[in-house]
């Protein structure tokens, strides 16, 4: 079976094609064939490689408003030019989307009909920037593939089973009636890492009380207790929690209604906390931890406080993640800055070791990916995780698949 899957993001669209076969497999495999286009501003990236070795690159200009044309020249790269994977499109046995938001109604995986296409854009008002670009994936995918099956699988979709008490905000309970709650986000991320956890464990997930810290752009841990999502940092939208590279997590509301009042405007506010706060915001520098980690060590104070806040964010939240849980066996680190930064985890372990965490220095600084990081001894396993959001998504096509037929 070929499974393409399409991964929208506001300034990103990746995709990737691969080749399963109907059995599920327990360990990840890489994709045959990969497309990404990035976007800075009107700057356009283009790369596309296949298993054989085979990469393009382009750099070009974003046409005003053209992300779908964007989109459709890199998938016309799966049969044609050198990085061609197959002869046509009829190829590809279905198509796999992440969508950002569900809403209260879209938490399970399913396959896309004019309804359920219309419960996405009926949410598209909560999650702007992510749900439109999905529906874009969604509609483009349709046009190229017209008769394939498309999935889709939602990143709220692992967090319908947070108690009330998680869930519900302690504004007015007229709020929760009208869909504003916390809905979590990363969660197709966060489940494929519990999943992945026990596995590298050899333990029952069911026995394992786990929080998982996906620190990527977008940065949000999820307390899961014997598989089950009870308590996350994002909530509504994808702001709550966590400081992340231009977003700056939790805030007191007080603050954005004094500049309402002092003469900020709602888009104002929203691009602010959107794309002007977190790494970037207190650091003036950038978003990317590795700029913030450099200019650090280089002796940058307001870098040094970036980092130190999103320490200080991480470790708080860590803790009342296990509270929730009642306990901590697993911390599993993920994404960008998971996977790849041994001074974040370095310094987020150094605050936790009065919950039984103790970190092997050697193997956390050599890293590989899906390893323990722990000490022998540690009360808390300490895991580093490869981020598999695209092969979860590949997964669950098959597992749809399988049960349509
Ligand atoms: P997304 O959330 O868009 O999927 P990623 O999970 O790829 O993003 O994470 C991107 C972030 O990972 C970058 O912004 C950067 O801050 C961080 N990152 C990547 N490599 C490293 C590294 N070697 N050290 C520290 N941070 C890194």
Redesign the pocket.
């Known amino acids: 079976m070929k499974i393409l899957v399409l991964n929208s993001?506001s300034s990103?669209q990746k995709s990737a094609l691969f080749e399963l076969g109907p059995q599920l497999s327990p360990d990840p495999i890489p994709p045959l064939w990969e497309g990404k286009l990035e976007w800075d501003g009107n700057k356009e990236t283009l790369v596309v490689k296949n298993s054989a070795g085979k990469k393009i690159r382009t750099d070009g200009e974003l046409g005003a408003g053209d992300r779908t044309g964007s989109v459709e020249k890199l998938l016309q790269h799966l049969w044609t030019g050198p990085t061609a994977i197959v002869k046509t499109a009829t190829e590809v046995n279905a198509i796999g989307h992440r969508i950002v938001h569900g809403g209260a109604k879209l938490t399970e995986p399913t396959r896309v009909t004019t309804e359920v296409r219309q419960a996405i854009a009926d949410v598209a008002s909560i999650a702007p920037l992510h749900n439109q670009v999905g529906l874009q994936g969604i509609d483009l995918a349709t046009k190229l593939f017209p008769n394939t099956p498309q999935f889709v699988v939602f990143d709220t979709g692992f967090h319908r089973t947070l108690p009330d008490e998680a869930k519900i905000y302690a504004g007015p309970y007229s709020w929760y009636e009208q869909g504003i709650r916390r809905y979590g986000f990363h969660g197709i991320n966060h489940e494929y890492c519990a999943h992945r956890a026990a596995q590298l464990l050899g333990r029952e997930l069911p026995s394992l009380k786990i929080v998982t810290c996906h620190l990527?752009?977008?940065c949000s841990l999820a307390a899961i207790d014997g598989g089950k999502s009870i308590d996350t940092t994002m909530g509504f939208t994808p702001l709550e929690g966590l400081v992340m590279?231009t977003r700056g997590g939790s805030m007191d509301p007080g603050i954005l209604v004094h500049l309402l009042r002092t003469g900020s405007s709602a888009d104002g506010l929203d691009n602010i906390l959107n794309r002007q706060s977190g790494l970037l915001g207190v650091s003036g520098l950038s978003?990317?931890?590795?700029d913030i980690?450099q200019a650090m060590k280089n002796g940058n104070e307001k870098a040094k406080l970036a980092f130190d806040i999103f320490i200080h964010r991480l470790c708080s939240c860590i803790a009342a993640m296990a509270a929730s849980l009642q306990g901590l066996d697993v911390l599993v680190f993920t994404?960008?800055?998971g996977e790849?930064?041994s001074e974040v985890r370095s310094a987020a372990c150094a605050r936790l070791g009065f919950l039984g965490i103790s970190l092997n220095q050697g193997k956390n600084a050599g890293v590989r990916s899906d390893t323990e990081i722990s000490l022998g001894d540690s009360r808390v396993r300490v895991l580093v995780i490869r981020?598999q959001e695209d092969w979860s998504i590949a997964q669950t096509c098959i597992r749809l698949l399988a049960k349509e037929t």
Do not use: F, K, Q
Not at 287 to 290: E, I, N, P
């Open positions: 993001g990103t990527g752009n977008g590279g978003s990317d931890m590795r980690v994404a960008g800055i790849n930064s981020a």
